[in-house]
């Protein structure tokens, strides 16, 4: 036996022999083509085949989506349903190119079609104004998409990205010295903080608590949002000093000015929120920053950590596909799991580390865990 080889029984099949014979019989066109035909197998074959579509034009819909919220049709179809040459004349665009897109809304469900032709809004389409930053989401996903456009050259890490720019914080440098660049991105989170906030408020409980530093928390959104839900709370933002000339805080609140990479975390609350932080950051940042959360709390204090999580062991399509080539394309950031998360926690020192299930974790994963008492 030569070294390295195993001994197996003549007939034994190799490790991955059926996985390998699967793999063939699955992408032969002769085996597709008898699968759509044969009872039984055809409805599996036609979901295969329909969600195989699906990807091959994600892009697609994604660009009806983002026309829809740019010609404002929600807003259009508010008061009545309308045919396409009304939409057409409203939004300057060729009746017929309209149709197209009203055709292709209601495939996709942001519309509905009547039996005269007409289109109105679904619950999806009419829904999509009331989703908080989502349509500022929407905009500006032009800028990752512009990234992804070679998506192999993007995965070898070839070239800058204009993600990056976006958010000109991930390379280090304090923020930014420009005012108008630190509005255009705190007003994008802003506006999409509030269902965080939702989210997370409705796991974490803080009656106990007696000050909450949130840490990189923005123009304030998430404060607020605690200020609402907790009126005895005092409160804290750390937040680089670019931001927060565009702070709008609660009176009781204070603001502390600095960079965490540079500056030591202020003392005095008792828990200390990151809120879409640690995303953002390589996994040096992400440790320097916990161990300066760990020196800033007191004994018992408590970490909430909040932010789309990747699924681990089982990938998820908001963390896993979307989050994850996010924050790739930022170049620092990445998605983590709530277990790699945990993992970074407890080598900062912390104990009684607990991922709390959220209701909508496409929205937010939570962790949180104690500075041993
Ligand atoms: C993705 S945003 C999240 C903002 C807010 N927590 C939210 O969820 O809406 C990341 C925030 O971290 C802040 N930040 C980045 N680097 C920082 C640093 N070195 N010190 C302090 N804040 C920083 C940014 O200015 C930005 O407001």
Redesign the pocket.
């Known amino acids: 036996m030569s070294s390295g080889s195993y001994w197996r029984p003549r007939f034994w099949p190799e490790k991955h022999a059926f996985y390998r014979r699967w793999v063939k019989l699955a992408g032969a066109p002769a085996f597709q083509s008898w699968a759509s035909a044969m009872p039984g197998a055809r409805r599996l074959a036609k979901r295969d085949g329909q969600a195989l579509f699906d990807l091959v034009s994600g892009f697609v819909y994604s660009q009806i989506l983002h026309a829809f919220v740019q010609l404002d049709m929600p807003g259009l179809l508010q008061k009545e349903p309308l045919p396409a040459w009304r939409l057409a004349a409203r939004t300057r665009l060729d009746p017929r190119r309209m149709e197209v897109l009203c055709q292709g809304a209601v495939a996709v469900g942001l519309l509905k079609r009547s039996r005269q032709g007409e289109y109105r809004l679904s619950r999806l389409g009419a829904a999509l104004p009331g989703v908080p930053g989502l349509c500022e989401m929407i905009q500006h996903h032009d800028v990752l998409y512009r990234d992804l456009e070679d998506p192999v050259s993007f995965l070898r890490g070839e070239g800058e990205t204009e993600l990056a720019r976006f ?1 000109p ?2 390379f ?1 440098q ?2 930014t010295n420009d005012p108008d660049l ?1 509005a255009r ?2 007003k994008l ?2 506006d ?2 509030a269902l ?1 906030a939702e989210e997370t408020l409705r796991v974490v409980k803080l009656e106990d608590a007696h000050r909450l530093m ?6 304030g ?2 404060l607020r949002a605690v200020d609402a839900a907790y009126p005895q709370l005092r409160l804290r933002l ?3 000093p670019t ?1 927060l000339e565009h702070a709008d805080l609660p009176p009781r609140a204070d603001c502390v000015g ?5 500056d030591p975390l202020p003392k005095g609350a008792d828990v200390i929120s ?4 640690l995303y ?2 390589a996994d040096e940042t992400v440790k320097a920053l916990l161990a300066k959360v760990y020196d800033a709390l007191p004994p018992g204090g408590r970490v909430v950590i909040s ?1 789309p999580m990747a699924g681990g062991a089982t990938p998820t399509r908001a963390g896993d596909a979307y989050f994850a080539f996010y924050t790739m394309a930022m170049q620092t950031g990445c998605a983590r799991s709530a277990a790699q998360v945990s993992d970074l926690l407890v080598q900062a020192g912390f104990s009684a580390v607990e991922t709390i299930p959220t209701y909508r974790e496409f929205v937010t994963g939570v962790v949180v865990a104690r500075k041993p008492g």
């Open positions: 958010w914080y991930v280090g304090s923020g630190a991105y705190s989170m802003s999409s903080q965080v949130d840490v990189g928390g923005g123009t959104a998430f750390f937040e680089l931001v600095g960079s965490f990479r540079e990151l809120v879409r932080v953002d950051h932010e």
